[in-house]
């Protein structure tokens, strides 16, 4: 039987010759058939996977020097270029659109031998928290059907949790890794702002948006930033920061968390998984370490700033969708240029996309940018400042990754601004650029899983995922993603 629960332990086996690439990929091929209900996928490279497999395996066993994710079969959300393979988005606007190039962190991956084995499904543009703003539907919770994935990367993340492929990219602007991650019971990691290229990812938010990682554990995430962070020509937004080696240093030293005070206190917190967050602070500390109460007087002015910059971004980088030189266009005739467009745009984006272009061209028109955009790049600032004073003390923020579990399907639709309050915890590490990771360190009395999240410094990836992996062994409660309710 095909079973490995790590990167590592899955090359090894392949080294021992214990399995091969195309055991791995015709694993997977099987399992993605088998769960297709749950709409992970929207598209599957089947054949090509199995091609790129033989070929690694003839390397292989030529003795040729192996990449480092050799063999290794990766997901990638529906917002990443792939060269010459579908992109669309979850939207009707890219209908039939196919990559032209690869993301840099996709040609990265490649070059190191991994193997992509389809599309993920995701909320359209990366807008939403639940995956029910795609144009191909919902995606469904593997542990509890009922429920949502969460989102936007709702089908990288159940790729994962139902053992669809060993690890997985989607794009976290404002929590869409870390959130359904949570919701899924596994890790989900958003590096530094400017860790990994943004070059070949669709652009929802740019001074927000980055690549992020969904992995079994910690490990594996660790070893995919390794390959795809660092300095790229194409994105001049990118650190030249050396990489580190993320997997390979261990470390025993003291670590000093904080926590916001008000953030266990929300009346909008689930009271278990405050509990279970507040016990795991008493275990920090009975193991020696130091974690601090601070206050945050800021909890409240989060989510509407995020909103506010988040949508106006949008609505600029979302203009290049006409239907002139590529994606959807009307069939209906147009009288004149602005109808075309007019047509173009509202027949082939969905209600939430809509609803956000309308907001991010209202908080940039004239009479309202000073009310609503300048005073949110205001609340920016003040949140910058204030990690920086809490990183000048503490090496980590602890936090939880959101108020409840996951939803069932149907329970927010109707409600925008409930859905968006619901990234309270999650829109923080993106407004202020700094990493952060959800680790499944607890099973709610309803059956479903959730995380605690752990944020660090500016390019301080290596402690945070030294500091998680100690966390994951610490946590009694941990339990295999893949249980069922
Ligand atoms: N739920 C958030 C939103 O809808 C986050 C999205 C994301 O990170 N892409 O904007």
């Given at each position: 039987m095909f079973a490995y629960t790590s990167i590592d332990q899955y090359q090894h086996a392949l080294t021992q010759g214990k399995t091969s690439c195309q055991e791995?990929?015709?694993?997977?091929?099987?399992?993605?058939?088998?769960?297709?209900?749950?709409?992970?996928?929207?598209?599957?490279?089947?054949?090509?996977?199995?091609?790129?497999?033989?070929?690694?395996?003839?390397?292989?066993?030529?003795?040729?020097?192996?990449?480092?994710?050799?063999?290794?079969?990766?997901?990638?959300?529906?917002?990443?270029?792939?060269?010459?393979?579908?992109?669309?988005?979850?939207?009707?606007?890219?209908?039939?659109?196919?990559?032209?190039?690869?993301?840099?962190?996709?040609?990265?991956?490649?070059?190191?031998?991994?193997?992509?084995?389809?599309?993920?499904?995701?909320?359209?543009?990366?807008?939403?928290?639940?995956?029910?703003?795609?144009?191909?539907?919902?995606v469904l919770n593997a542990i509890d059907e009922t429920r949502v994935s969460g989102g936007s990367s709702g089908g990288s993340a159940v790729a994962v949790q139902a053992g669809l492929c060993m690890v997985s990219l989607g794009s976290d602007t404002g929590g869409s890794v870390r959130q359904p991650a949570d919701f899924c019971g596994i890790v989900g990691f958003k590096p530094t702002y400017g860790r990994i290229s943004r070059y070949g990812l669709i652009a929802y938010a740019s001074s927000f948006d980055q690549i992020g990682i969904f992995a079994t554990n910690v490990e594996d995430a660790g070893k995919i930033l390794e390959t795809i962070a660092g300095p790229d020509?194409?994105?001049?937004?990118?650190?030249?920061?050396?990489?580190?080696?993320?997997?390979?240093?261990?470390?025993?030293?003291?670590l000093r968390f904080a926590?916001?005070?008000?953030?266990?206190?929300?009346?909008?917190?689930?009271?278990?998984?405050?509990?279970?967050?507040?016990?795991?602070?008493?275990?920090?500390?009975?193991?020696?370490?130091?974690?601090?109460?601070?206050?945050?007087?800021?909890?409240?002015?989060?989510?509407?700033?995020?909103?506010?910059?988040?949508?106006?971004e949008a609505s600029s980088n979302l203009s290049r969708y006409d239907g002139v030189r590529y994606g959807y266009r009307s069939a209906k005739p147009s009288a004149n240029l602005t109808e075309f467009y007019k047509l173009n745009r509202s027949e082939g984006f969905g209600k939430e996309v809509k609803r956000r272009?309308?907001?991010?061209?209202?908080?940039?028109?004239?009479?309202?940018?000073?009310?609503?955009?300048?005073?949110?790049?205001?609340?920016?600032?003040?949140?910058?400042?204030?990690?920086?004073?809490?990183?000048s003390e503490f090496d980590f923020i602890l936090m939880p990754?959101?108020?409840?579990?996951?939803?069932?399907?149907?329970?927010?639709?109707?409600?925008?601004?409930?859905?968006?309050?619901?990234?309270?915890?999650?829109?923080?590490?993106?407004?202020t650029g700094i990493p952060a990771i959800s680790l499944p360190l607890f099973k709610h009395s309803n059956g479903m899983p959730f995380g605690v999240q752990v944020m660090a410094k500016q390019f301080n990836e290596l402690s945070l995922l030294q500091a998680s992996q100690r966390l994951m062994k610490m946590s009694a409660i941990r339990r295999s993603p893949l249980e069922k309710k």
């Open positions: 791995a990929v015709h694993h997977y091929l099987f399992e993605i058939e088998n769960s297709k209900h749950l709409n992970a996928f929207v598209h599957v490279f089947a054949e090509k996977a199995i091609q790129k497999a033989t070929a690694l395996d003839e390397k292989r066993s030529a003795g040729k020097t192996i990449g480092k994710l050799h063999g290794v079969v990766i997901a990638i959300k529906d917002v990443i270029c792939y060269k010459d393979h579908p992109l669309t988005a979850a939207s009707g606007i890219l209908k039939n659109f196919t990559s032209l190039y690869s993301a840099t962190a996709v040609e990265k991956l490649l070059q190191e031998e991994a193997i992509i084995i389809g599309v993920c499904n995701c909320d359209e543009f990366a807008m939403g928290s639940t995956n029910e703003n795609s144009v191909y539907g919902n020509e194409y994105d001049s937004t990118v650190s030249k920061n050396v990489v580190q080696k993320y997997v390979e240093v261990k470390q025993n030293k003291k926590y916001f005070r008000e953030t266990l206190e929300h009346p909008s917190l689930d009271r278990e998984i405050a509990n279970g967050i507040n016990e795991l602070i008493e275990q920090i500390k009975d193991e020696g370490h130091e974690v601090t109460a601070l206050s945050f007087e800021y909890l409240d002015y989060i989510v509407p700033a995020y909103y506010i910059l988040t949508t106006a272009i309308m907001l991010g061209t209202f908080v940039l028109s004239t009479g309202y940018y000073d009310a609503y955009f300048a005073k949110a790049q205001k609340v920016r600032r003040k949140l910058v400042e204030k990690t920086e004073l809490v990183f990754t959101s108020p409840s579990v996951a939803f069932k399907i149907g329970e927010k639709t109707g409600d925008p601004i409930a859905m968006y309050l619901a990234d309270i915890y999650t829109v923080f590490a993106n407004l």
